[in-house]
Nanobody, 123 residues
Framework: QKHLAESGGGSVQAGGSLRLPCAAS????????MGWFRQPPGKEREGVAD???????RYADSVKGRFTISKDIAKNTLYLQINSLKPEDTAMYYC?????????????????WGQGTQVTVSS
């Protein structure tokens, strides 16, 4: 019933920008925590950014200043704005939701996950 669907990925040149939407259905993103994760080829999945129920956002050091996480409550959609893309940003990007806590916790606490969208950055 609860479903998350990422899109907006693709092949982009270094220095370019992308906006990744994550459309939610079956619940409202106005509650709980939502986050973005990514998994580069051959590496472990890592947290990118999250936003709690009150609008507070956190970012990984590697993306701080370039990525912005936001929520559009009217559209029930989470977004990740990615600017100044680097080749090391190449990864499968996932959105996820923790519906239990209003505060963002750890990876294992996210109970709903999207299928992922591929971002490939060329030089």
């Amino acid at each position: 019933q609860k479903h998350l669907a990422e899109s907006g990925g693709g092949s982009v040149q270094a220095g370019g920008s992308l906006r990744l939407p994550c459309a939610a259905s079956g619940y409202t993103i106005n509650t709980g925590c939502m986050g973005w994760f990514r998994q580069p080829p051959g590496k472990e999945r890592e947290g990118v950014a999250d936003i709690n129920e009150y609008g507070g956002a956190r970012y990984a050091d590697s993306v701080k200043g370039r990525f912005t996480i936001s929520k559009d409550i009217a559209k029930n959609t989470l977004y990740l704005q990615i600017n100044s893309l680097k080749p090391e940003d190449t990864a499968m990007y996932y959105c996820a939701a923790d519906l239990v806590s209003p505060w963002c916790r750890r990876d294992r606490d996210f109970g709903a996950w999207g299928q992922g969208t591929q971002v490939t950055v060329s030089s």
